[in-house]
């Protein structure tokens, strides 16, 4: 009684007493519209990421994860999130285009493609203009970019297959014999080709620290290393008669790796790719397993962190690829052999260091004379592969210089592989000062002594180091 005659009296009261209150769920209601409205005013504020994908023919057909987007021109945008989406292109009479797009926060970016006609739509007395440059190069210097990459023509040393630089001296010949190697009994590659048919299998393999030590490198035939992004490098392990039960981490491919793999017509297993990588592959229309698209014969390691543990097997790759797609006869591309019992005779190189720069990167290699092998040591330490735990070899190396310079923001690089320049080869515990020599980029390299004779290596695990001009090899005279 005494609150009911105290509201009674009170005026406030007595002016609301005759309003309805309203239930405390139209108050909730209310207030979450406020927010929703407030948070799409933030989003309208907030920096869009955009990407504009025109080509050349325009009217191009965009793919976005299996769907219909649209035509070239198309804008594609995002907000609040960095923009980044695999597109297919795909114009009847053109080679289809298939890559990733990237746009950082609040940037804003066109990338335009130059669609190659397919051969049959070549007309008489044209040529095939893939013959014309590198895979990619034109989309990539069709992107607007705030500098442009020198060409490759500019990069390359001109190097004629049959004359290699005048600086090179020596005539290194095989232990016994007084003929240069190439007059020697050994399978080239033809003539391995027809003897069997290949099927070289190209694994791309991650060397970050926390994907180290590696597996499967041990067992491969062929294994490229070339620099990647972030001052690290990467490896292409190719699997021709070599068989491993465990191979990775396996990573993103890059176009430069692709442009080897197709030098001997390797199916490419590999965990996404740089743009240039998607442009490549399908360029050359390389049989491919790609673990993006959750596609089969990869599985995922709890003993390491992601993205460090995607693995495949040599068996399991080939099965999931026979299931795309049949595969076709490839071949040992730059690679001839020899007797291992003919020895090269020349400068002793018993030790062997290749330092990357500006990369700092090291890489050392000791000459084991009893097993006429190369013990792999990288960054100071023993390479050894995390399953036998046994210290990597090599029966060859090569070290390669090719031109490399820097093609976008993310620090993604190219290379001269076109073109020519010098070369050396460490067989039989000694050097072989040379070159290395491809004419076009349909072209197989062909790899010369300094006398000009083709190169014979000894089977088994061939390294072959890709450095820049700036980088340092020395080796015991």
């Not at 080679?95 to 049959?120: I, N, T």
């Not at 490198?217 to 491993?244: H, K, N, P, Q, W």
């Not at 990369?359 to 084991?368: E, L, P």
């Not at 029966?395 to 010098?422: C, E, H, Y």
Request: aromatic share 8%; proline share 9%; charged share 20%.
């Amino acid at each position: 009684m005494f609150l009911e005659s105290l509201d009674a009296q009170d005026p406030r009261t007595q002016q609301t007493a005759g309003r309805p209150r309203l239930p405390a769920g139209v108050w909730l209601g209310v207030a979450a519209g406020l927010g929703l409205l407030l948070g799409g005013c933030a989003l309208l504020v907030w920096p869009e990421s955009a990407v504009t994908l025109e080509s050349n023919p325009a009217g191009a057909e965009v793919m976005l994860d299996g769907q219909v987007a649209g035509r070239t021109p198309l804008r594609l945008a995002s907000r609040p999130w960095p923009l980044q989406r695999h597109v297919d292109v795909t114009l009847p009479g053109y080679h289809s285009w298939s890559g990733s797009l990237e746009s950082s926060l609040g940037e804003s970016k066109v990338v335009a493609l130059e669609l190659e006609p397919l051969p049959a739509q070549a007309g008489p007395g044209t040529t095939d203009p893939r013959s014309d440059h590198r895979p990619g190069e034109q989309a990539e210097s069709a992107t607007r970019m705030a500098t442009a990459p020198p060409a490759a023509s500019e990069q390359a040393t001109d190097i004629s297959p049959t004359s290699p630089p005048a600086s090179l001296r020596g005539e290194p010949v095989l232990e016994g014999s007084k003929t240069p190697p190439s007059s020697q009994a050994g399978p080239t590659p033809e003539a391995a080709e027809a003897a069997a048919p290949v099927y070289p299998l190209a694994i791309m393999i991650e060397n970050a620290p926390a994907a180290r030590p590696q597996s499967g490198l041990d067992t491969a035939d062929i294994i490229f290393e070339a620099m990647a992004e972030g001052g690290i490098s990467r490896f292409m392990a190719v699997y021709v008669d070599g068989d491993a039960a465990v191979v990775g981490p396996v990573r993103s491919a890059r176009h430069y790796f692709v442009n080897l793999a197709a030098e001997i017509g390797a199916s490419v297993v590999h965990v996404g790719a740089s743009p240039l990588g998607y442009v490549s592959l399908n360029w050359y229309g390389l049989r491919d397993l790609d673990e993006t698209f959750g596609q089969p014969g990869f599985w995922r390691s709890r003993t390491r962190p992601a993205p460090h543990n995607a693995y495949t097997s040599v068996a399991g790759a080939r099965a999931a690829l026979d299931e795309r797609a049949p595969a076709a006869t490839g071949r040992w591309g730059s690679f001839a052999f020899k007797n291992q019992d003919q020895r090269y005779q020349g400068s002793p190189a018993s030790a062997i260091s290749i330092d990357y720069q500006p990369w700092g990167y090291r890489v050392d290699y000791r000459y084991d004379a009893a097993d006429n092998r190369y013990l792999r040591s990288m960054e100071g330490l023993p390479h050894l592969d995390a399953e036998s735990h046994a210290q990597l070899q090599a029966a060859s190396v090569a070290v390669l210089t090719v031109n490399t310079w820097v093609i976008d923001p993310a620090g993604r690089l190219d290379m001269a592989q076109v073109g020519g320049g010098p070369a050396v080869y460490f067989i039989d515990g000694v050097a072989l000062e040379g070159s290395w020599s491809k004419a076009t980029t349909s072209a197989v390299s062909r790899l010369f002594d300094s006398a000009g004779n083709a190169v014979r290596f000894n089977p088994g695990p061939i390294w072959v180091q890709l450095i820049s001009p700036e980088s340092n090899v020395s080796y015991d005279k």
